[in-house]
């Protein structure tokens, strides 16, 4: 019988090939565990998942990012903060009638074909690589409404010891509510600005100062939604910071970190330079564990994957980061060193369903870490790389008919 424990095992198995061979791969590790299942359908699959509604995933995901924090013996902080950026990616999903309903066209090509498309968002701890949050909505959809839809569950988000969360967010997510939310909720928040966006963005950037305190009002416009989001306070002080860069661009940051004498303005160039995790993350969910590589065409199974897929990554990055901690303490080396995430990731597509029905978890583990620290690569600081334009990458679709 293919139980919701198998369903959710099998799926962690990052599903790349045709169902039928990655079932009867999964079938093996079964029968091997003691099992007596002695086939397991294409048929059976999609029933079980059709039982199993996606929250399921995300619900999972959430409890064990806070198993993580709350367990892990260290992880990585900026200055006392926990760092989040907030980011977002397009995702194109089966074209069959439903799916553009409800994720929308994106367009219709010469030869008649309709591109069906989603658009996803994500909340990163780009120190500690655990994605907190996601969202993947209608392709109409602002990254911006994606992100107030996760607000709720963001400003609830459990504490960690001592550590204040801090937002790191680009320039098209800047509004006034959002800063006024952060605001009522005792969150920071350092955002990138347009320079001319804003009066007093604009007016700092043509001021030529480097770093300035100021007071932001809340426009009369947004004070009835302000009081629906619980927002009492109409203006606060926050600090805008300029950056030049080694491109000759000139960048401006509006934060909440407003001791000068505590965050320097080198302190802000390194702290929105961190905000690159968040892009690396979405690289790796794309082509690591191919988003768009479906195992499923309905709704609530492209819904499935996308939660099982940022928990896989973070399964992967709780197996990395202790290693990681290990190396950095290494000083006999030239270069910090680091594991392959793809190594981890390889490991895990048969090591997860070995520890989860063998048991013996601590004899796997040391096999694994073994061979991850065989396999380790150097940190070259200061090292830049133009980033290519490769084309849209396309997979062999693995899915049944849901």
Known sequence: MFTIRNLVLFLLGQ???????????????LQQGGSDI??????????????????????????????????????????????????????EVPN???????????????????????????????????????????FEKSESELLW??????????PLDDLRDLYILDRYFA???????????????????????????????????????????????????AKELGITATSVQVRLVRIELEGGETEILL?????????????????YGLRWGIETNINQLKHKVQLENF??????????????????????????NPINEHLKQDDTKKYTYQINLSNVLGLMKDGLHKWLIFGNFKQYLRKFISFLLKTIEPIRKGRKFVRPKLPKRKYFRTYCQV
């Open 295 to 320: 195992s499923g065409k309905s709704i609530n199974s492209i819904r499935q994957d996308f939660y099982v897929k940022i928990w896989l990554l973070n399964i992967a990055a709780a197996f990395a």
């Open 175 to 225: 509004s006034q509510l959002l800063i006024f939310q952060f605001h009522t909720h005792g969150k920071d928040y350092c955002f990138r600005m347009k320079k001319n966006w804003w009066k007093i963005a604009e007016k700092f950037y043509n001021s030529k100062e480097q770093s300035s305190i100021v007071t932001l009002e809340l426009d009369k416009k947004h004070h009835e939604k």
């Open 15 to 29: 599903i790349q090939r045709s169902i039928k061979r990655e079932l009867n791969t999964f079938l093996e590790f």
């Open 38 to 91: 002695d086939s397991v359908s294409g048929a059976a699959f999609t029933k079980a998942r059709k039982k199993l509604k996606y929250t399921a995933f995300e619900y999972l995901n959430e409890e064990f990012v806070k198993s993580y924090y709350e367990k892990t013996p260290s992880y990585d902080c900026w200055k006392q903060y926990r760092l989040f950026a907030t980011d977002g990616t397009t995702a």
């Open 96 to 138: 069959i009638p439903e799916n553009i309903v409800e994720w929308g066209l994106f367009k219709q090509r010469a030869d008649g074909k309709k591109i069906c498309m989603s658009r996803a968002l994500y909340v990163h701890d780009v120190q500690n690589k655990m994605t907190i949050a996601g969202s993947i909505d209608k």
């Open 149 to 158: 839809g996760l607000m709720p569950k963001l400003m609830s988000y459990p």
């Open 255 to 271: 934060t909440s970190l407003i001791d000068e004498d505590m965050v320097s303005v080198d302190d802000l160039k390194e702290l």
